[in-house]
């Protein structure tokens, strides 16, 4: 018997006859949020005694029967520790997506009904880096808020230029929204270098350098964000 979390049932995803499928074996439950995930993703829940694996692989050679509790899913059915820097770089996107839910409700909160939306397409796209990692998936074109890879480093570099404001410190005086997207932007930054840990070998070489260069740029639209947060604020004070 086992509960299966979202991060968890993301790294079990299976491909069948050209269909992503998770294999539910008797006994075996999902948390809400990994239902969800599956239900979003439209991956088919498949149940059966013979759809779990018989045995489980290791990266050091080994062979077990049983998952242990110190071990979790990298892919299919090969385990590895909970420490691995693969798991500790989906722990920070795990943690990246409630910040940014969170930073939803401050936004709405503070009627900012837009910035909301905007974290939605922010959210939605950090969930897809996910699945690039288990299903060894490129990364899909990164066009946010119809801004390119390349608009998005120009503009978080020259906010003066396109945005009337120049760079600054945030501060308590500033709007919960602005701040709220303040904490997002440095929580990117940590699942960054999570990222490097993760997909660089012994001689730094990285293999995944679509997904840092991604989460490079979402904090530079996180950035844009706050710019403008901030010229707005500037056109309302006395």
Request: charge should be negative; hydrophobic fraction near 40%.
């Given at each position: 018997?086992?509960?299966?979390?979202?991060?968890?049932?993301?790294?079990?995803?299976?491909?069948?006859?050209?269909?992503?499928?998770?294999y539910l074996g008797p006994g075996d439950r999902l948390t809400p949020s990994a239902r969800e995930w599956l239900r979003q993703e439209r991956?088919?829940?498949?149940?059966?005694?013979?759809?779990?694996?018989?045995?489980?692989?290791?990266?050091?050679?080994?062979?077990?029967?049983?998952?242990?509790?110190?071990?979790?899913?990298?892919?299919?059915?090969?385990?590895?520790?909970?420490?691995?820097?693969r798991i500790e770089?989906?722990?920070?996107?795990?943690?990246?997506?409630?910040?940014?839910?969170?930073?939803?409700?401050?936004?709405?909160?503070?009627g900012r009904e837009d910035m909301a939306d905007h974290l939605q397409e922010i959210l939605d796209f950090v969930r897809s880096l996910i699945r690039a990692d288990v299903l060894d998936e490129p990364v899909q074109p990164l066009h946010l808020l119809g801004l390119t890879v390349e608009e998005l480093r120009e503009r978080s570099h020259a906010p003066q230029k396109y945005y009337g404001q120049s760079h600054f410190m945030p501060s308590r005086h500033d709007s919960p929204t602005l701040l709220a997207i303040n904490k997002v932007r440095t929580v990117i930054r940590q699942a960054e270098r999570a990222a490097y840990r993760a997909f660089r070998d012994e001689n730094g070489v990285v293999s995944r350098d679509d997904?840092?260069?991604?989460?490079n740029r979402l904090s530079s639209l996180c950035w844009i964000l706050e710019i403008q947060l901030k010229a707005e604020q500037k056109e309302v004070e006395p």
């Amino acid at each position: 018997m086992a509960l299966f979390t979202e991060s968890s049932v993301r790294a079990c995803i299976r491909v069948k006859d050209g269909r992503r499928v998770f294999y539910l074996g008797p006994g075996d439950r999902l948390t809400p949020s990994a239902r969800e995930w599956l239900r979003q993703e439209r991956i088919e829940i498949v149940q059966g005694e013979q759809l779990k694996p018989k045995t489980y692989e290791t990266l050091f050679g080994g062979t077990l029967t049983e998952k242990p509790e110190h071990m979790t899913h990298l892919r299919g059915n090969l385990l590895v520790f909970k420490d691995h820097p693969r798991i500790e770089f989906r722990g920070q996107i795990d943690l990246l997506e409630a910040e940014l839910l969170l930073a939803q409700r401050t936004a709405m909160a503070d009627g900012r009904e837009d910035m909301a939306d905007h974290l939605q397409e922010i959210l939605d796209f950090v969930r897809s880096l996910i699945r690039a990692d288990v299903l060894d998936e490129p990364v899909q074109p990164l066009h946010l808020l119809g801004l390119t890879v390349e608009e998005l480093r120009e503009r978080s570099h020259a906010p003066q230029k396109y945005y009337g404001q120049s760079h600054f410190m945030p501060s308590r005086h500033d709007s919960p929204t602005l701040l709220a997207i303040n904490k997002v932007r440095t929580v990117i930054r940590q699942a960054e270098r999570a990222a490097y840990r993760a997909f660089r070998d012994e001689n730094g070489v990285v293999s995944r350098d679509d997904i840092i260069l991604a989460l490079n740029r979402l904090s530079s639209l996180c950035w844009i964000l706050e710019i403008q947060l901030k010229a707005e604020q500037k056109e309302v004070e006395p």
